[in-house]
Every structure is written in structure tokens, then in C-alpha cells.
């Protein structure tokens, strides 16, 4: 009597083919954290002021601010999985002790900078939602922001949950507005992925765009919120890991310049091509949605706005925290860290400066942030022996060196017409 080999059972591969799902699913999200950052009130102020002074004259500088935001937060998703370190830790262990400390004055006051959008903007959306006046509404943004940052205290999975939820409710908030207004004019829009400009005002704005969509500090808080997961073993599971973190980085990413996207062509339709007024402010941007569009498309604003303000307060002092613990590696209590960070935009509210003027600023500031956390990125995502088989392709490399240099460039020729002009 004849036997045949028994099949061989098809679980033999499953538990690889298990592990790698995990290890994928377990990548995914850091992004999303990072998006909330780039749809932040400053982008509101920035994007508003672009679509109706200018139409749709800057798309150009908000796509190719998008892509380049997707390369730089991939290299910092990169950094995190390859040396199970932050960037900020990276630059106080093994760069010049003066070199480092520059780093971390610089990055505080990015922080600082990010803090004031955000805090304003909360601020403005909850005074047009319920009247609150500005001062205690800021107040109110710093409460609720502590407990969103309580959500890290039962691990990094309900903080990203969160914030992707609030991220939705700013992209639902501008899908409804872009249907609401009747939709961007197609031709337009694709004209103005041109790229040019219009003068200096333009040139402000431009530079704005991209301190608000590639932020700085956000460079420093992805290598973190991805190096504090546990790390992946073994080559298959690694190149997984970075799978997921490239997915995660175009997904991520992409929706928060789709929003960003939508901002600029809602200001172009209600104000450019209308002919409508605006003063640049953000409750002009609202009271004009609500006369122009009805209430609920001022409503969708206000709320959107307020999602900005509260879920990009948490990300900002999460970010804070990292910068400080890798750059001095001295951590404050968060009340300590948190006052102290906020100070400069409680200063715009209770003095009672413009704030809409205080977020174009604080982009602006938020630009020349870039190449000084850019540059350090960089430099250690091309050093083999830091970063094994992840390390950087010479074309990776070289990219991010023009980056770097592009953006420099750019914001010296602001500073010489902000000056002399």
C-alpha cells in the first residue's frame, strides 16, 4: 500500500507574513500626528490671505510645500526607526556643544512661534463660536490642551487617535465649505500651479505658506513619536516598518495639504473672484461664510478652526518636550513647560495686537526655522554608521541639501525686502 507526503500546512508562512501586518500596523500613525501641525491656524491665516489677495496664484507654492514637507517628514520618520533616537537627541550627543546649544535656543523660539498660532487661532474660534473674549479663550485652549496630552499617559495609539480625529473634523470642515461656495474654478487652479509671483506681498505670503506646511518643529517630533515605538527585528521587518512610514508620510501628509489646498481656493472663490472685501482677518473669513454662504458653512469654519487650534496646542508642547529632552536632556513639569511656551501668545491676546498679524508672523518665523533643523537632518540621515542600511541614497542626500539651500536662500531675500524696500 502506497502513502504520500501529507501537504505541507499553509500556516507554515503565516506567522512571517502575521508579524510583518504587525509590524506595518504598528508604523502607522506618526504622520497623521505630523499632518495635524500642518493644517494649524496659522495655515488658515496664511492660506485665507493667499486665495483672496492673490486667487489661485500661490497653488504652485502649496503643492510643492506639500511635497517637499512629505520628503523631509519621511527623513525624520527614517531617523527615528533607524537609531531608536529623536533628532534633538541625535544633535545633543554628537554634535559641538556651542553647535548644539544655537540648535536649541532657535528651536525653542520655533516652538514658541508654533505655540502663538495655535493659541490664537483656539482663541478666535472659540470667541466666534461662543463669544468668549480672546484672553480667557486662550486660557481655555491651554486647559483643554493638557488633556489631550493626558492621552500619552495610556501610550502613543489614543494621542494619535485622537489627533487623526480632529485632523477628520478639519477636513470634513473645508469639504463642506468648498461644496458650499460651489467649488474652485478648475482652469484656474491649474493655471496657478505656474509658478510665479507677484511682488513682495506675494513673496511674504509664499514664505508663510511654507513655514506653515513644512514645519520646523515637527522635523524634531516625528523622529520621536517613531523612535518610541518598539523597534522592528530583523531586516524583512525593518524594510516593513519603513514601508509603513513611507505610506503613512503620502497619506498622512497628502490629506493635510488637501485641506490646505481647500483654504486657499475657498478665499479665492469668496473673495478674489467674487470681488468681495476682505481685511485679512479670520473673523472676517467667518462673518463673510455666514452672509455670503449661510451658517453652516461659517460653522464648519469656526469648528475646523477650533480642531486646528486645540489638536496643534498638544502636538506643539509634545514637541517641546522632545526638543528640550534631547537637546539639554533636562525635562520640566509639563505646567512649567507649557506656561512658559504659551507666555508669547497670551502677551498677543491680552495686549490686545492684532492676531491675525501674530500668525502671518509667526509663520514667517516658522520659515527661517526650517534649514536649522533641516541642515541636521540631513547630515546624519547620510552617515552610514549612524543609520546602517537605511542610510540615505546620494540622490536622497542631495535633495535635501538643495532643499535646505533653496529655502535659506529664499528667506535672506525676504529679510533684505522687509528691510530695504
Known sequence: ???????????????????????????????????????????????????????????????????????????????????????????????????????????????MATDLAEFVGAAIALNLLFGVPLFPAGLATAVISFALL???????????????????????????????????????????????LAGTESLTLAVGIIGATVMPHVIYLHSAVTARRARPVGERATRAALSALRTDCVGGLGLAGMINLAMLCVAAVLFHNAGQGFDGTLAAAHDSLGRLVGGMAALAFAVALLASGLS?????????????????????????????????????LGLGISPDDALIASQVVLSFG???????????????????????????????????????????????????T
Open 312 to 348: 496643534s496646542s498638544g502636538v506643539g508642547t509634545y514637541a517641546g518636550q522632545v526638543v528640550m529632552d534631547g537637546f539639554i536632556r533636562r525635562r520640566l513639569p509639563l505646567l512649567l513647560r507649557r506656561g512658559l511656551t504659551m507666555l508669547p501668545a497670551l502677551v498677543v
Open 150 to 196: 493626558a492621552l500619552q499617559s495610556r501610550g502613543y495609539r489614543p494621542f494619535e487617535l485622537a489627533t487623526t480625529f480632529l485632523l477628520a473634523v478639519i477636513g470634513f470642515g473645508f469639504l463642506y465649505q468648498l461644496v458650499a461656495v460651489g467649488g474652485p474654478d478648475g482652469a484656474q487652479a491649474a493655471d496657478g500651479l505656474i509658478p510665479r
Open 1 to 111: 500500500m502506497s502513502t504520500s507526503a501529507p501537504p505541507k500546512p499553509a500556516v507554515e508562512v503565516a506567522p512571517a507574513r502575521i508579524e510583518v501586518r504587525r509590524v506595518r500596523r504598528a508604523f502607522y500613525g506618526p504622520a497623521f500626528v505630523a499632518a495635524v501641525a500642518y493644517v494649524d491656524p496659522g495655515n488658515f491665516a496664511t492660506n485665507f490671505q493667499a486665495g483672496a489677495h492673490f486667487g489661485y496664484l500661490l497653488v504652485w507654492v502649496l503643492v510643492l510645500a506639500n511635497v517637499v514637507a512629505m520628503f523631509i517628514q519621511y527623513l525624520s520618520a527614517k531617523t527615528g526607526l533607524a537609531t531608536g533616537q529623536d533628532l534633538p537627541t541625535l544633535c545633543g550627543r554628537r554634535l559641538p556643544r556651542p553647535v548644539a546649544a544655537v540648535l536649541w535656543v532657535q528651536a525653542e523660539l520655533v516652538v
Open 370 to 420: 526650517i534649514p536649522f533643523a533641516l541642515a541636521p537632518l540631513v547630515y546624519f540621515t547620510s552617515r552610514r554608521t549612524l543609520m546602517g542600511k537605511l542610510v540615505n541614497r546620494r540622490v536622497t542626500t542631495w535633495t535635501g541639501i538643495v532643499i535646505c539651500t533653496a529655502l535659506s536662500a529664499l528667506n535672506m531675500y525676504l529679510l533684505v525686502q522687509l528691510l530695504f
